[in-house]
């Protein structure tokens, strides 16, 4: 069964300051995508960022990057000076392939990041 | 492009009765729903899947009696909550996936989320 972890349960940093988010995940698939969705007060999911399993190269957009390490299957999302507007609970899922045309979706425990000004 | 709304966004009802959720992809066929249930401070549970004119697909542990599942077109998926009791509330969530004119709906086999519905059973 695949499972994704993502350790931290609350990160608290000043306005300004570099974040990283942790996410490690097992599967025993070769074929799965692994995603990253911020989810605010409001409860609905925003979808940022999605890779494949045979796509390694990391990500930058904006002031949010991606660091795929499939040798110690994780997923890092970093956030660059860090705003206000950050704050949510973020979480990174992992995607496989089910039957012919279904995928299962897995999500981790979500990481509560809260920005100070 | 991929769009998927639900209604209500919020409901309040007693316990005993049963509540209606709509799950709508407004501009793709939804050939596949996923509902899915936050509790406070926790992750999203998957409760059940659902394909097109077929039965749900319960994750171990749903009572699949408490909570009907109803995917009879392929643009939308209704979940009802029978006999509500207040150990029911929660945040109802569901996505879809399946084709449509989007690149992103078909080529990555994605599953796109609805805004949520906010349920308290009182």
């Known amino acids: 069964a695949q499972k994704v972890t993502q350790a931290q349960t609350e990160i608290s940093v000043v306005e300004k300051e570099d974040v990283t988010l942790d996410c490690v995940y097992e599967?025993?698939?070769?074929?799965?995508?692994l995603f990253w969705y911020k989810q605010p007060p409001s409860g609905e999911l925003v979808f940022l960022i999605r890779?494949?399993?045979?796509?390694?190269q990391n990500e930058i957009s904006g002031r949010y990057s991606w660091n795929f390490q499939k040798s110690t299957s994780s997923f890092n999302f970093t956030i660059t000076a860090s705003q206000v507007v950050d704050s949510a609970v973020y979480f990174c899922?992992?995607?496989?392939?089910?039957?012919?045309?279904?995928?299962?979706?897995?999500f981790g425990e979500g990481t509560q990041l809260t920005v100070n000004p | 492009g991929a769009v998927v709304s639900q209604h209500p966004s919020w409901v309040i009802c007693k316990s005993g009765t049963s509540v209606k959720i709509e799950c709508r992809s407004l501009?793709?066929?939804?050939?596949?729903m996923f509902w899915y249930r936050q509790f406070p401070k926790q992750s999203l549970m998957l409760m059940a899947t659902s394909n097109e004119g077929s039965k749900a697909t319960y994750e171990q542990g749903v009572e699949k009696d408490k909570f009907l599942i109803n995917h009879a077109s392929l643009t939308l998926s209704t979940l009802t909550v029978t006999s509500a009791h207040p150990e029911d509330s929660s945040f109802y969530i569901c996505?879809?996936?399946?084709?449509?004119?989007?690149?992103?709906?078909?080529?990555?086999?994605?599953?796109?989320f609805g805004p949520g519905t906010r349920l308290t059973v009182l």
């Open positions: 501009d793709f066929q939804a050939t596949t």
């Open positions: 996505s879809a996936m399946g084709t449509g004119v989007a690149r992103e709906v078909t080529r990555y086999n994605e599953q796109f």
């Open positions: 899922a992992l995607s496989e392939i089910v039957g012919t045309s279904g995928s299962r979706l897995t």
């Open positions: 599967t025993r698939d070769t074929t799965y995508y």
């Open positions: 890779r494949n399993s045979f796509d390694e």
